[in-house]
């Protein structure tokens, strides 16, 4: 029995190898590595099963498929390997250490695809739930917390999510591992400054609110009604002082005396499941 094949009719056998030091490897990591290339190219570099899944599901266009010998683990593992085939997906056969080396986490399912980088415009952002609620994102540097700031936006019936200023690529691995998916289908803006961001939420009729550990007023006193879209910032810097004279209101969480503050994702998760919740009950 092949050393790639563990279930009957499931293998790898047949799909063409890949190196490392070929040209589209070395590609592969460019494109993984580097923020630039990948909106350049409208793609996006994604690692295991669940992602893909999810890709299928929305129907957003696979590139490339990387399979190696630990997808096979799984009856799930399997599966893919026969859609990959029965989609007639341009798939490569690598080496388990060659997606170690690639794979942004510790233990890689055997499986690193390239797809099309999704694409939003303004109105995709009033489409949704009603009234549209938009979290933005300024300058947050952690892809991972930018990735669990997605999830949690489209968990809280969010219509979309806008990336303000510098920062994290969304669609970097990080960030996409972390949304879980939520990135495939939640509508993503993106604009070089939060001014900018302000200007164009303002435009589209929404009524702006910025987070801040030294508002005066509470999340749970405040008007989170109607068109709604919530100002976050990074983790060290917060928001930025000159914001403040843009927006309609800013709130804070009150937190128990010791404890300098909350992470991004949960201080978005706390108020918008309010805000949420609220909406549901009118």
């Excluded at 190196?19 to 290339?37: F, H, I, K, N, P």
């Excluded at 996006?44 to 893909?52: A, D, K, R």
């Excluded at 691995?173 to 495939?184: I, T, V």
């Excluded at 937190?255 to 300098?260: A, K, L």
Aim: net charge neutral.
């Amino acid at each position: 029995m092949s050393a790639t094949r563990t279930g009957p009719g499931v293998d790898l056998d047949g799909l063409p190898r890949m190196g490392r030091g070929s040209a589209v490897a070395r590609d592969l990591r460019r494109l993984a590595g580097e923020a630039a290339e990948r909106r350049a190219r409208g793609a996006i570099v994604c690692e295991g099963v669940h992602l893909f899944q999810e890709a299928l599901k929305t129907g957003n266009r696979i590139d490339l498929v990387l399979l190696s010998p630990r997808i096979l683990r799984t009856g799930e593992g399997r599966a893919i390997v026969r859609q990959v085939a029965g989609k007639g997906l341009d798939a490569k056969r690598v080496d388990d250490d060659f997606l170690e080396a690639l794979a942004t986490t510790e233990s890689h399912q055997g499986i690193l695809f390239v797809a099309a980088r999704p694409s939003w415009i303004e109105p995709d952002i009033l489409a949704g739930a009603h009234p549209p609620r938009v979290l933005v994102a300024s300058g947050i540097q952690d892809p991972g917390n930018l990735g669990a700031l997605a999830r949690i936006a489209e968990a809280s019936s969010c219509a979309g999510m806008i990336r303000a200023g510098a920062g994290a690529d969304p669609f970097s691995p990080r960030a996409l591992r972390a949304a879980a998916g939520s990135l495939f289908r939640l509508p993503v803006l993106e604009y070089p400054d939060v001014a900018g961001a302000a200007e164009a939420l303002r435009r589209l009729g929404f009524r702006l609110v910025g987070a801040s550990p030294r508002a005066a007023t509470s999340y749970i006193d405040a008007d989170l009604g109607g068109p709604l879209a919530l100002f976050l910032g990074s983790e060290g810097a917060g928001l930025p002082d000159t914001l403040g004279r843009t927006l309609d209101a800013e709130i804070r969480i009150p937190i128990r005396d010791g404890v300098e503050s909350l992470n991004v994702a949960a201080a978005a998760a706390v108020i918008l499941f309010e805000a949420a919740n609220r909406g549901a009950r009118n």
